[in-house]
């Protein structure tokens, strides 16, 4: 499988979440690591999964990744498996743009392999709280049980 993972990141937390899932799923398959501003819709065309994260920006995806999110309105998605990630603060109240990310990659019409992930970080700027690294690894198998499973069914 040919699988990219595009990641926006403001501090470094979420590129650390997105190396640990590329590195993850690399070990089997083809994996391409972008930052969100130099992902084209090309790549997503090219690819049989995409995995898309950010960190969570006023509740919300970052402006860029919402901006890479549109372009890929006219690129051919039907069929591919897709799954969402973000940093957050481990607040409640925090939100997650990880769930709209999902939302949004099912409307261009993604399939969603697993349920989105949310890493958590302490303060603003992070860093990372413990045991994140190791959920985002567990992420990745997930994303291809994920796929594995829908694929047998």
Known sequence: MNILVVYDTKHGNTQK?????????????????????AAAPQDVADADVLVLGCPTHAWSPTPKTKHFLKSLRSTPNEGKHAAAFDTKLSSRFAGSAAKKLEKSLAKLGFRIAVPHFSATVRGMEGPLNDGQVEKAREFAAAILGGISARQKG
């Open 17 to 37: 979440i997105a190396e640990e899932i590329a590195s993850a799923l690399g070990t089997e398959h083809e994996v391409h690591l972008k930052n969100v501003a």
